[in-house]
Structure formats: structure tokens, C-alpha cells
């Protein structure tokens, strides 16, 4: 009986010693692993994670914006530029609804309900720049189609008033970067005679270009990429 055991045993060890694994070079870690790495990212509470971020990022443009209109001369006229997707307005509730996926028809019926929230540091500057005279220009990527929904929006999350609006042209040139259209708006506001102090966005595309800002705070956007 104890040789029956122990071949038994010298049977199973040989079976294991001879299993193998066959493997491949793969994206590490997989999307699964990204999505459950973002998700945890936006709901935990340390100072790397998502909305303590978003609050650290946002009390440095208030500080930007305090010391600009301190050193401000008599007739400056001074600018603020948000962007407005993950700037201004929040669209986790769309996003985590998704899975992290664009779905055309969800997107836009998300933007119809006028439910996104702002962004408290966001809605924090804001007050700031209109309590101290600053005027506000909002510059968006999305499509003059969605001006109605997005001004009812901005209005709701407390956004009350602003200075323009700019929305992209639904029949924009294919080859017109975000980059190229942002630029090209900021440079509208300049040729009004602003000076921009500070140009708030969470896509370096909403930044970069000429003309720029004098400052630019980029807020944390894990979840999308514009280019």
C-alpha cells in the first residue's frame, strides 16, 4: 500500500513538473486592470488621487489669478478661459456608465439632460475671477449643435454668467486640430483687448498654441485623451 502511495505521488509531481505555460508579449497592465486602477483613482481620498488633485491644481490658478489682479494697471482688461468637459463640468456619472467607452447616442443624450455638476475648484475660481472683475470666457470642444444644452447646464451647476462662449462649427474643417481651434479662439478674446491671465483646461490641447495664456493649469484627466 505505502508503494501505491508513493507512486501515486511521484505520479502527480511529474504531471506538475511537466505543466508549462506558453505566454506572449502583452500591454501591461491589460484594460481591465486600467479601468479598476482608474475607477479607484477617482473615488479614493489621498493626495494622489483624483479629487484632491483636482482641488490642489485649482487653489494654484485662485493663487495665479489673486496676484494677477493685484498687479493689475488702472484699464487692464483681464481674461479667464475655462474649458468645460472635465474642466467645468463633470461627466463621471456618463463615463463610469460607459465603462470608460464613447457611445455616441449616451453622450448626447447625457449633454440633453443638463445633470452634469461642476467641479467645486472650478466653480471656486470662477467665483473668484467674477468677484474680482475678471471676465470669463468659456472655450468647448463641443459642437454648436449643443450651445442650448450647454448654457442651461452651465447655468444649473451655478456658473451663472460669462463673458462668451465658444463652441467648435459642427461643419469645422477635418484637418482643424483642437489645438488649432482653441489658439484660434483665445486669439479672438486677446483681439478684444484682454490680457489672459489664466487658462484653465484638463487636455494640454486646450492649452498649447498661440496665443496663450500668461498661466496655464492643467487639470487631471486620466479617462480621455484629446490630442
Known sequence: MRRVAIAILLCALSAQAQHSVIKTKEPQPNLGQLKTRLTTYYSCKEATCYVPQIESQSDKAIAILKREVAKAKPGDKLALVLDIDETSL???TEESQDDYGYIAKDWNDWIHQHSAPAI???????????????????ITGRPESQREDTETNLKAAGYGAWDGLAFRA???????????????ERGKVVAQGYRIILNVGDQLSDLNGNPQAEHSVKLPNPFYFIP
Open 90 to 92: 463633470s461627466n463621471w
Open 170 to 184: 459642427d461643419d469645422h474643417p477635418k484637418t482643424q486640430t483642437v489645438t488649432d481651434y482653441k489658439s484660434g
Open 120 to 138: 467645486d475648484g472650478t466653480l471656486r475660481l470662477y467665483h473668484e475671477a467674477k468677484n474680482s472683475k475678471v471676465a470669463v470666457f468659456f
